[in-house]
């Protein structure tokens, strides 16, 4: 069965500062996504990984993939209030043809 | 592009009575969609995955009589709770694929309340 592990689940950070939220999964695979989900919205997409070493950013986020560590790491660069949200990883094993599989989220609050 | 809808966005249902969920792709043709489901504060849990003309492929634990899912056309999906309970009351997120390449687009999610 496959596990996805996200971590810290919980983060309250300082505007400004810097961060990273880890995910780990247990099977191998080589797609992983990252979402971002504002309370009573649905999910908006991030990034999708499709490779190992894949390095994808946009603004301040910046996710990387290691298929060998089966590890995803989210980076936040000098956070904004506007990024408070819940970030989900999501892991796809079955190339497209099943549905994802998701850590628990992690909920971010980013203080002014 | 790759935009999906879901009707209705919220419903209020009374305990034993059955509600449906409608899933669209606008813009593309879904050959593969999927139902999560996401309970208050937690994570997304497929629910199930179907195919267009196929039956849907259920997840363990996951009532294949309770929760209906027909995938009649390419661009529409329908999930129908049947005699629903209050603890069936969830936001109910759907996705599509079209087949070729990696993404799921999600629709915007429909809050189910029994009461």
């Known amino acids: 069965e496959l596990k996805v592990e996200q971590n810290p689940l919980f983060l309250s950070m300082q505007e400004g500062k810097n961060y990273t939220i880890y995910c780990n999964y247990s099977?191998?695979?080589?797609?992983l996504y990252w979402y971002r989900q504002d309370p009573g919205k649905s999910l908006e997409s991030l990034f999708v990984?499709?490779?190992?070493?894949a390095v994808k950013q946009e603004g301040r986020l910046m996710a990387s993939l290691d298929t060998k560590a089966r590890l995803s790491t989210l980076h936040i660069t000098a956070a904004v209030h506007d990024l408070s949200a819940t970030y989900f990883c999501a892991v796809d094993i079955g190339g497209g043809a099943d549905g994802l599989t998701f850590g628990k989220g992690t909920h971010l609050i980013i203080q002014p | 592009g790759a935009v999906v809808s879901q009707h209705p966005s919220w419903v209020i249902c009374k305990s034993g009575t059955s509600v449906k969920i409608e899933c669209r792709s606008l813009d593309f043709q879904a050959t593969t969609m999927f139902w999560y489901r996401q309970f208050p504060k937690q994570s997304l849990m497929l629910m199930a995955t179907?195919?267009?003309?196929?039956?849907?492929?259920?997840e363990q634990g996951v009532e294949k009589d309770k929760f209906l899912i027909n995938h009649a056309s390419l661009t529409l999906s329908t999930l129908t709770v049947t005699s629903a309970h209050p603890e069936d009351s969830s936001f109910y997120i759907c996705?599509?694929?079209?087949?070729?390449?990696?993404?799921?687009?999600f629709g915007p999610g429909t809050r189910l309340t029994v009461t």
């Open positions: 099977t191998t695979s080589d797609r």
């Open positions: 179907s195919n267009e003309g196929s039956k849907a492929t259920y």
């Open positions: 996705s599509a694929s079209d087949g070729r390449g990696y993404e799921q687009y």
């Open positions: 990984l499709l490779s190992n070493g």
